[in-house]
């Protein structure tokens, strides 16, 4: 299975503090992508990295690469209430695209 | 300029019963993905559909389950002889070609065997 792996499994941190997720896949990818669900909802597309890249700031939000150790990690600066939810890693390989397990985030105010 | 709309949003079905899952891609989307989430756990590919075709379906279960995406209307994700196993959510993602790289993802219908 290509599916991705995030880590930690569940995360609470203080608003105001950075929360930092991080996703582990298997395959070759042509690019890493991170989506946020809140409970009960569909997925919402965060940000896109491209194999090629090595790093992607939107926001608060800061992606990193590294295709070598075939992991990627997605870093919240500034979180806050707002913030909490899942948050999955998804590697498109072709015509599927793989999600990860999820990072349950709570922001506590 | 509506997203992507699923039906029925919550769907209870009896075991042995059919449960049948509507998805109206994005407009001007002509892919379209479905993946199933149990609780707590992530999403798991299923099938990934063009209009009139079938393009993977290797994350259906061989049988039971059916999907497909006509030249008109909503894509259809079948379900016969719901088992409680068959209890999830059922998510639906389009696109608006191969490689577009982003999915749009639906709301989500969330099914229930008794």
């Known amino acids: 299975s290509q599916q991705g792996e995030e880590d930690p499994q569940a995360l609470s941190i203080q608003e105001g503090e950075n929360a930092t997720m991080n996703c582990s896949y298997k395959t070759s990818i042509n690019n890493l992508q991170w989506y946020r669900q809140n409970s009960g909802r569909g997925l919402v597309h965060l940000i896109l990295i491209r194999s090629n890249e090595r790093e992607k700031h939107s926001g608060r939000l800061r992606v990193t690469l590294d295709t070598s150790k075939k992991s990627s990690s997605l870093l919240i600066t500034a979180s806050r209430a707002a913030d909490t939810a899942s948050y999955f890693c998804a590697t498109d390989a072709g015509n599927q695209f793989y999600f990860g397990t999820g990072t349950s985030l709570t922001v506590i105010p | 300029n509506a997203g992507v709309m699923q039906n029925p949003r919550h769907l209870v079905r009896r075991r042995g019963q059919e449960a049948r899952l509507r998805c109206s891609p994005m407009k001007g989307h002509s892919h379209v993905y479905w993946y199933r989430q149990l609780p707590e756990e992530g999403l798991k590919f299923m099938v990934y559909?063009?209009?009139?075709?079938?393009?993977?379906e290797s994350g259906m279960p061989k049988e039971r389950f059916s999907a497909e995406f006509p030249k008109e209307g909503p894509s259809i994700l079948r379900i016969q002889q719901v088992v409680r196993g068959d209890s999830a959510a059922y998510f639906c993602?389009?696109?608006?070609?191969?490689?577009?790289?982003?999915?749009?993802f639906g709301a989500g219908s969330r099914l229930t065997v008794l």
């Open positions: 993602a389009s696109s608006p070609r191969n490689g577009a790289n982003v999915l749009t």
């Open positions: 559909l063009q209009k009139e075709n079938i393009i993977d």
